[in-house]
């Protein structure tokens, strides 16, 4: 027979034959090539391999078997063997693949439904809140009022210097420079007082800001100008602020003065009610004084002349948590943070100053509603926007985007600073420093208020209102203009109809009268020039409410209980 083409070589007239008792073989499916172990018969031995086609089985298509001789017969017994081992590998690499699928799309899983990244986010923001409400100390806005010279740039800075907020190195420099003055009881109040100006003349023009800390609470102090030139600034302090702490001087003199009509006293009393403080601490201060000398008898009797006033201004002076009085020496620091010593005042009984502070009831603090902060100044600090206010509701964190109203912006908080301190979150009741961007300062007025872009806070012109008319010598028409000041805003506002009187009892006397005079509760209704930012006193006090202030002197007080908006007529 010719020659087998490679599977092997015999003898002349002999046959080629496959030896079915030989062992049975298997494909090495790990390897690259299969080697077959078969013999040519029971006498001879095994051919020798040459070239491509010597034996070996090359499962990759480079070299395939001759299809001429010796083919290999895959249909006897010992194919069927080998069939199975083949079948069954591939079926296991196939199950394989099949089992491995499963684990590849959990591995790759497609990104969470849009539902439930909303509810991760929003239980972040809520475990987040959690741990903003339990931050360290709460913090409390205080601002000192009265009258001029009562002493409340003293009592300031020496509260700032009993809880170490200023040094003894820095107040022996206040002390020598008020020295060289002739003014060494000075050395207190120029912790605050720091322009040259107010240094010169002993008189606050600006409402000055410090903060001081207690054990348990942190203080901001406003420090507000009692010259009544400056009253506006006084009402920026008030409107920040969660206690008024009113300032009496008992010298034989200075408080009659204060307290006669046309002294800040009563104007200052007035203004931090309709402003919306709501603890009022009254200082009777310079005990200490040689005309008093911690006399009981002076100390009772500024108690009982202020008492029917701050009641009749609005003042709860019953119960004893809206309205509290002490008596303190500011250049002395009796009873400031110690107690006043029984050998000096042996009829005062209470708490010191910052005792007191330290447990006055904590003010509401508005969590759940959104977001409102009116802005009362702004600066460029290192190229960035810096915005100053008051947060009344909600929270500010860092990276929020929110919008600021009137004038529609869309801006991004990219800092939060409370008292010089970097803070991720702000909280309902602090000062904050804002930084910003989207927006420059010079398109910023004071009055815009920040809030969320979900829920604005809407810009009017046109409102009703209930107001007090408490001091205005001639009689008030339709046509009348005045400043109105509401939060931290200031702008002209004019008198545009009179729609009834009310008596004590808020009952309608009189419908639409043609003038009102003083000492007259009159709903009237009020445009501005521009739009601003406001809310009615039912739904948000702390936009709600405003003054009126003509000729140097406050004229009226009120509350918005209604929000014209005729570009909605116009659409519908």
């Known amino acids: 027979m010719?020659?087998?083409?490679?599977?092997?070589?015999?003898?002349?007239?002999?046959?080629?034959?496959?030896?079915?008792?030989?062992?049975?073989?298997?494909?090495?499916?790990?390897?690259?090539?299969?080697v077959p172990t078969f013999s040519m018969g029971d006498d001879e031995p095994a051919p020798a391999q040459s070239g491509p086609a010597g034996g070996v089985l090359d499962l990759s298509g480079a070299s395939k078997p001759k299809a001429a001789g010796g083919v290999l017969d895959l249909s006897g017994g010992a194919s069927k063997a080998e069939e199975k081992p083949v079948?069954?590998?591939?079926?296991?690499?196939?199950?394989?693949?099949?089992?491995?699928?499963?684990?590849?799309?959990?591995?790759?899983?497609?990104?969470?439904?849009?539902?439930?990244?909303?509810?991760?986010?929003?239980?972040?923001?809520?475990?987040?809140?959690?741990?903003?409400?339990?931050r360290g100390k709460k913090h409390i806005n205080i601002v000192f009022i009265g009258h001029v010279d009562a002493g409340k740039s003293t009592i300031s800075g020496h509260i700032l210097y009993a809880t170490g907020m200023?040094?003894?190195?820095?107040?022996?420099?206040?002390?020598?420079?008020?020295?060289?003055?002739?003014?060494?009881?000075?050395?207190?109040?120029?912790?605050?007082?720091?322009?040259?100006?107010?240094?010169?003349?002993?008189?606050?023009?600006?409402?000055?800001?410090?903060?001081?800390?207690?054990?348990?609470?942190?203080?901001?102090?406003?420090?507000?100008?009692?010259?009544?030139?400056?009253?506006?600034?006084?009402?920026?302090?008030?409107?920040?602020?969660?206690?008024?702490?009113?300032?009496?001087?008992?010298?034989?003199?200075?408080?009659?003065?204060?307290?006669?009509k046309?002294?800040?006293?009563?104007?200052?009393?007035?203004?931090?009610?309709?402003?919306?403080?709501?603890?009022?601490?009254?200082?009777?201060?310079?005990?200490?004084?040689?005309?008093?000398?911690?006399?009981?008898?002076?100390y009772d009797e500024c108690c009982t002349k202020l008492t029917p006033f701050l009641k009749a201004s609005g003042w709860n002076t019953k119960s004893g948590d809206d309205v509290i009085f002490m008596p303190v020496s500011g250049l002395s620091g009796q009873n400031l943070k110690d107690r006043v010593g029984k050998d000096i005042a042996p009829w005062h009984d209470g708490p010191s100053l910052i005792e007191l502070l330290d447990t006055i009831k904590q003010p509401q603090a508005f969590y759940d509603m959104p977001l409102r902060m009116p802005i009362l100044d702004k600066h460029k600090d290192m190229g960035s926007t810096i915005i100053i206010g008051k947060i009344e509701s909600g929270i500010v964190k860092k990276g929020q985007k929110v919008l600021m109203m009137p004038n529609n912006a869309k801006?991004?908080?990219?800092?939060?600073?409370?008292?010089?301190?970097?803070?991720?979150?702000?909280?309902?009741?602090?000062?904050?420093?804002?930084?910003?961007?989207?927006?420059?300062?010079?398109?910023?007025?004071?009055?815009?208020?920040?809030?969320?872009?979900?829920?604005?806070?809407?810009?009017?012109?046109?409102?009703?209102?209930?107001?007090?008319?408490?001091?205005?010598?001639?009689?008030?028409?339709?046509?009348?203009?005045?400043?109105?000041?509401?939060?931290?805003?200031?702008?002209?506002?004019?008198?545009?109809?009179?729609?009834?009187t009310l008596d004590k009892k808020g009952q309608v006397v009189q419908k639409r009268p043609k003038f009102v005079k003083q000492g007259q509760t009159v709903v009237g209704r009020f445009r501005f020039a521009r739009q601003l930012c406001m809310e009615t006193f039912k739904d948000f006090p702390q936009l709600g409410r405003f003054m009126l202030r003509d000729e140097g002197k406050t004229i009226a007080i009120g509350v918005v209980t209604k929000l014209h908006f005729p570009e909605d007529k116009k659409e519908s």
């Not at 049975?24 to 390897?31: K, S």
């Open 2 to 34: 010719a020659d087998n083409d490679g599977w092997g070589a015999a003898g002349d007239g002999q046959e080629v034959k496959f030896n079915a008792d030989a062992a049975e073989f298997n494909f090495n499916v790990g390897a690259s090539e299969f």
């Open 411 to 500: 801006v991004e908080v990219m800092g939060v600073n409370l008292e010089g301190e970097d803070v991720s979150v702000g909280e309902p009741g602090d000062n904050v420093r804002l930084k910003i961007k989207g927006i420059e300062e010079e398109e910023i007025k004071s009055g815009y208020v920040l809030c969320p872009r979900t829920e604005p806070v809407r810009g009017c012109r046109f409102f009703d209102a209930k107001l007090n008319i408490l001091d205005f010598q001639s009689i008030m028409c339709p046509g009348y203009s005045s400043v109105c000041h509401i939060h931290a805003c200031q702008e002209e506002v004019t008198l545009t109809g009179l729609l009834a």
């Open 262 to 298: 046309g002294g800040q006293t009563r104007e200052h009393a007035v203004l931090a009610k309709t402003a919306g403080v709501r603890t009022l601490v009254v200082a009777i201060n310079k005990m200490d004084d040689p005309t008093v000398e911690w006399n009981k008898e002076r």
């Open 166 to 260: 200023v040094d003894d190195r820095t107040l022996e420099k206040f002390e020598r420079e008020a020295k060289a003055k002739n003014r060494e009881s000075w050395k207190y109040a120029w912790a605050l007082d720091i322009t040259d100006q107010e240094r010169a003349k002993g008189k606050t023009e600006e409402c000055g800001r410090a903060a001081f800390e207690t054990e348990t609470r942190q203080f901001t102090i406003l420090d507000a100008p009692g010259h009544k030139s400056f009253v506006p600034h006084m009402i920026g302090g008030a409107s920040q602020a969660d206690i008024a702490v009113l300032v009496i001087s008992a010298r034989r003199g200075e408080f009659e003065t204060g307290f006669e």
């Open 87 to 134: 079948e069954e590998t591939t079926k296991a690499v196939e199950n394989l693949k099949v089992e491995e699928k499963p684990a590849a799309v959990e591995k790759v899983s497609p990104a969470p439904a849009p539902a439930v990244e909303e509810e991760e986010a929003e239980e972040e923001e809520l475990e987040e809140e959690e741990v903003v409400q339990g």
